[in-house]
T-cell receptor, first 118, second 114 residues
Framework: AQTVTQSQPEMSVQEAETVTLSCTYD???????LFWYKQPPSRQMILVIR??????QNATENRFSVNFQKAAKSFSLKISDSQLGDAAMYFC???????????????FGKGTKLSVIP | DAGVTQSPTHLIKTRGQQVTLRCSPK?????VSWYQQALGQGPQFIFQ???????QRGNFPDRFSGHQFPNYSSELNVNALLLGDSALYLC?????????????FGPGTRLTVT
């Protein structure tokens, strides 16, 4: 079974600065998807960015980028030019590519609470 | 374009009772997944429905059951409620023909069991 670990329960960043959230995972599969989701106090989970394991290039979405280290099974999220609206819980998630038992479900880490200081 | 909707927003039940939560998927989506998110934890996969059948199930007891209707909406039923069932229940929808590539989440139903 796959596991996802987020070792930073809480992080804080000054507005306009850069912050990196860590995520490691354990899997025996060679192909999979990784995601970062944001959950603001309103509770609705929003997809921030995704990475396909077969792609060596790190995904980027505007101010959000990832550092995907497949051999190290590490998938960190970098938020540049942090804004007050970035304050939320951030969850790292894993999803298998292959069909069969356990596929298609998302396996989440416990989350990192990000605070943005004005 | 309506996103994923869930009802009710909040619910308070007593131990031993039964509860039904509802989810309407994003327009055009045909697959619904349910997750349980305990306080301070990440969501845990309960099960997934496609073509009105349960396709996958996480590590949850049979007290948790579901249904999917022809219009793709879904219900989550929990019988014999326990205090430990108190959580935020999230519904996520996706399109199977796209490999369930992206799951869109609803705002959740907060269930409190007393």
């Amino acid at each position: 079974a796959q596991t996802v670990t987020q070792s930073q329960p809480e992080m804080s960043v000054q507005e306009a600065e850069t912050v990196t959230l860590s995520c490691t995972y354990d899997t025996s599969e060679s192909d999979y998807y990784l995601f970062w989701y944001k959950q603001p106090p309103s509770r609705q989970m929003i997809l921030v960015i995704r990475q396909e394991a077969y792609k060596q290039q790190n995904a980027t979405e505007n101010r959000f980028s990832v550092n995907f280290q497949k051999a190290a099974k590490s998938f960190s999220l970098k938020i540049s030019d942090s804004q007050l609206g970035d304050a939320a819980m951030y969850f790292c998630a894993y999803r298998s590519v292959h069909s069969g038992a356990g596929s298609y479900q998302l396996t989440f880490g416990k989350g990192t609470k990000l605070s943005v200081i004005p | 374009d309506a996103g994923v909707t869930q009802s009710p927003t909040h619910l308070i039940k007593t131990r031993g009772q039964q509860v039904t939560l509802r989810c309407s998927p994003k327009s055009g989506h045909d697959t619904v997944s349910w997750y349980q998110q305990a306080l301070g934890q990440g969501p845990q996969f309960i099960f997934q429905y496609y073509e009105e059948e349960e396709r996958q199930r996480g590590n949850f007891p049979d007290r948790f059951s579901g249904h999917q209707f022809p219009n793709y909406s879904s219900e989550l039923n929990v019988n014999a409620l326990l205090l430990g069932d108190s959580a935020l229940y999230l519904c996520a929808s996706s399109l199977r023909s796209q490999g369930l590539y992206e799951q869109y989440f609803g705002p959740g139903t907060r269930l409190t069991v007393t």
